[in-house]
């Protein structure tokens, strides 16, 4: 879906020349991202929910926390004081946290439902009912209005008896800026606040970063920023390669700019044959006047855009815009594969794996993940659907007052549309069958590292500490979490460290305040309605069964007093060290009151071990490095040994920006005027130290 936001400035009058150096090499392979944009590149995978191992668990859980009798009467109760008008109800147990979130037409009728006696209800129902103490209700004025209330209340509170979407992210989308004079073409995450086009949504990064990069090469459209678009004297790499027009130098006036820019909106807008066509009359003109290079700048043009579209896969001839959501259930699991349609090219398809008891048709199960799913993203013209739902209708309505136009949810029953949904149940059964195989390694791994460790039980959830700074500087720790499923990336922390009189390069310190910071907020009693994390919720902040740290015995020694100066005897405990020379393969782990552990170098533990540090050190690398750029960045080049202010002037004048100055080579500072070959390595060696 396109949305368009602005009216283009016009370009300045006067350009600059000089001489500037031209982009590095590594800079073609970088995502064109809006600045603006918060949300981390990476898309983390869906994970498969945790489900209870029988009914006969649930049962007993549910009684632990009442019994049908107190719930019927906390229900009657309800019913009494419930409006015959529509509305949401909540349904709570006796700690205060939310079970189940509903909606009804008539919120009497449906509660009393639920209040009688000898109904035949499913187990499901039973357990909720039991648990329950207190029903809270919300008035609405329409239907409409209390199923987007119902879906916005489940993402928010998450109730253990509600189907949940899950590992939900926002969407990439393309945007063609309209806030300069020479617009740019990038990837956006987030609020749509930036004025310009947006186009979208894709299903994943990199089929954004495809589709910029064939773009590029077909509409020559910049996607450099502003600043550095500004900063130029001369074209950089990217007008050498022919994926630029190079605006910034004025290689290229605003009309003829002007017009690339309205034929690469044309083509994301859906008019890519007219667009083709039109290239393709341009090739045939100049060929016929003999102007071969002329011919083979649109001959490459065309083969660009044809690109796109082979690399889309499908693209329908009667779907001009639409989402397609198919569902799959298996061994208790359900998948959800949604494709995106727009402009009648495929922007690619994601899975989900929607929380939900086995219980579920595939029917409730969709119905309750349309309404998330739609609950922070605009919906298109046509949703078409594997199952019908029961309340197709009401969503539809829901959707078009949300979007401002008609919204069509469909079950089609043939033709291209039908072709279509069973794409969708092919990707959603391979989505899961590839998922539960994955889930079934990673439950191996995690039952033969506690059989090899002598844990108490299967860790459900391991959390990796490590440290990183310069000499004390720039100090910062990080957290990663795994469990059954894999990496869990949105529990991931960083902490930057505040201790002051900190010893420069003290580690132990440093571990010492992240620990202490982490398990000081779990040891906390709650407050209010927050109640103690159980241990099936998957929200943070959580207990880990296993913390993992980077080091030898005196690391583990260190955490181990700290973690007895808390009073945490519930968490086991692991030190890894690397192995001689950092031979991965040789590495020797520790654990309290017992020898050290050497494992062959082919054991599968000690191959997911060194992939969970291996991932802590990216991670705290990664967050070390930010806080780095951001303090040099700052504090500019004062702080680099035996620059004053003189080679500062000269290093800028030659470079233009600091990120220039950052990314140039020894031998390209060592060209700038003033600057010698000692003082070339020394600034080198300044914005490429590598962390502790």
């Not at 969709?366 to 199952?387: E, R, V, W």
């Not at 209708?393 to 949300?402: F, G, N």
């Not at 490095?625 to 002037?649: N, Y």
Request: neutral net charge; aromatic residues 8%; contains cysteine.
């Amino acid at each position: 879906m396109d949305h368009d936001s602005t009216d283009r400035p016009e370009p300045p009058r006067k350009a600059r020349r000089g001489s500037q150096p031209d982009l590095p090499p590594q800079e073609l392979t970088a995502a064109d991202v809006d600045p603006a944009t918060t949300v981390a590149e990476e898309d983390d995978e869906a994970r498969l929910p945790e489900t209870a191992e029988d009914a006969g668990d649930e049962a007993a859980e549910a009684m632990a926390e009442g019994t049908l009798a107190v719930g019927h009467a906390a229900i009657e109760n309800a019913v009494r004081l419930a409006p015959t008008s529509p509305g949401v109800y909540r349904m709570l147990n006796a700690a205060s946290d939310v079970l189940y979130v509903g909606k009804a037409k008539n919120v009497r009728k449906r509660l009393s439902s639920y209040a009688r006696v000898n109904a035949p209800l499913p187990a499901r129902i039973l357990r909720m009912i039991a648990a329950t103490v207190t029903v809270e209700i919300i008035s609405t004025t329409t239907e409409t209005e209390a199923l987007l209330l119902e879906a916005n209340l489940i993402k928010q509170l998450r109730p253990r008896f509600n189907v949940q979407l899950r590992d939900d992210k926002s969407f990439p989308y393309i945007l063609i800026t309209g806030d300069h004079w020479a617009p740019q073409i990038l990837k956006h995450r987030g609020a749509q606040s930036r004025p310009g086009r947006y186009f979208g949504p894709f299903a994943n990064a990199g089929a954004v970063n495809r589709t910029i990069t064939a773009l590029q090469r077909a509409f020559l459209i910049r996607s450099c920023t502003d600043g550095f678009f500004e900063s130029r004297t001369r074209p950089c790499l990217l007008y050498q390669i022919r994926r630029c027009s190079g605006p910034c130098t004025r290689e290229i006036d605003f009309p003829g700019y002007g017009e690339l820019v309205r034929e690469a909106s044309d083509f994301l807008s859906g008019r890519s044959h007219a667009v083709k066509q039109l290239l393709a009359g341009e090739m045939e003109k100049a060929s016929t006047e003999l102007e071969f290079e002329t011919a083979a700048l649109y001959r490459d043009r065309l083969a660009a855009l044809s690109a796109i579209q082979s690399q889309q896969g499908i693209n329908p001839r009667t779907v001009e815009e639409a989402d397609v959501f198919a569902i799959h259930q298996e061994g208790g699991y359900s998948c959800v594969e949604v494709f995106f349609f727009r402009t009648g090219q495929n922007w690619g398809n994601r899975a989900y794996f929607p929380k939900a008891e086995k219980s579920f048709t595939p029917e409730e199960v969709l119905g309750a993940f349309l309404a998330q799913f739609y609950d922070d993203k605009p919906p298109p013209k046509l949703i078409l659907l594997s199952h019908e739902i029961e309340e197709s209708a009401l969503l539809a309505d829901a959707l078009s007052v949300k979007a401002g136009f008609k919204v069509e949810v469909s079950t089609p029953k043939r033709g291209e549309k039908k072709e279509l949904i069973a794409h969708a149940l092919t990707n959603a059964r391979e989505a899961l069958g590839r998922k539960l195989s994955d889930t079934a390694t990673q439950s191996r791994l995690l039952q033969g590292m506690a059989t090899t460790l002598g844990l108490p039980q299967v860790p459900k959830r391991i959390e990796v500490y490590d440290n990183s700074h310069i000499q004390g500087t720039n100090a910062v720790g990080a957290m990663i979490v795994a469990g059954p499923d894999g990496f869990i990336k949105n529990q991931y922390r960083k902490f930057n460290i505040k201790s002051e009189g900190l010893t420069p390069g003290d580690d132990y310190a440093m571990m010492r305040e992240v620990l202490e910071r982490r398990f000081k907020r779990l040891l906390k009693p709650p407050e209010g309605d927050a109640a103690t994390a159980k241990a099936d919720d998957d929200s943070f902040p959580q207990w880990p069964d296993l913390v993992i740290i980077d080091g030898g015995r005196g690391q583990l020694n260190a955490v181990r007093e700290i973690f007895e100066g808390l009073g945490l005897a519930r968490v086991s405990l692991m030190a890894v060290a690397k192995g001689p020379e950092r031979d991965a393969g040789r590495e020797t782990l520790f654990m309290p009151d017992r020898e050290a552990i050497k494992l062959e170098p082919r054991d599968p533990v000690l191959y997911f071990i060194q992939r969970l540090r291996d991932e802590a050190h990216r991670f705290v690398i990664g967050s070390h490095r930010k806080l780095r750029k951001k303090d040099i960045r700052e504090a500019g080049l004062q702080e680099i040994p035996g620059i004053g202010p003189s080679r500062k002037r000269a290093l800028l004048h030659h470079f233009g920006t600091l990120k220039e100055i950052e990314r140039a080579s020894i031998a390209d500072l060592g060209k700038v005027p003033g600057v010698s070959a000692e003082s070339a390595r020394k600034i080198f060696e300044f914005f490429h130290a590598q962390p502790g």
